[in-house]
């Protein structure tokens, strides 16, 4: 018996986004000390990648279209995110921090929302700068 082989479909898109690194369980402070600069109200233009896992369909020959998880990153990422103020324009980060680690999650539960088949998110990947990423592969 021999099962449909697995593949990785991964989707890429940038994001802009203003915010700024602040724990109101924090003295400005100790604030200022952990976030240092990004303490700052300041901007990022956002690598977001999604990957999707899943077997290969016979008739299509794809796990998902690609033009299918665009849109369903357009509806999750793209409309809620860019060109957005994250503390201020997203209920999500008026109580916890909007760092890269939390976007991670918010991004991961936004897109379970509106896949049709949420079981084939395999991970969240955010770049801030070209050092530094972030990946979330659920809980």
Not at 113 to 134: H, M, S
Request: net charge neutral; glycine share 6%.
């Amino acid at each position: 018996m021999s099962s449909a082989p697995v593949v990785y479909i991964t989707r890429q898109e940038q994001v802009s986004t203003g915010h700024r690194l602040y724990s109101s369980q924090l003295t400005d402070e100790e604030n200022l000390k952990v976030y240092g600069k990004c303490n700052n109200l300041h901007g990022h233009n956002y690598t977001v990648e999604v990957t999707i896992r899943g077997a290969v369909n016979p008739t299509t020959g794809m796990v998902m279209s690609i033009r299918d998880l665009k849109e369903y990153m357009d509806k999750a990422v793209m409309k809620k995110l860019d060109h957005k103020n994250l503390d201020k324009d997203l209920e999500a980060f008026r109580e916890i921090p909007s760092t890269e680690e939390n976007l991670s999650i918010f991004i991961w539960k936004e897109l379970r929302e509106v896949l049709p088949k949420p079981e084939l998110l395999y991970e969240v990947r955010i770049a801030g700068t070209n050092k530094n990423f972030v990946i979330y592969r659920g809980d």
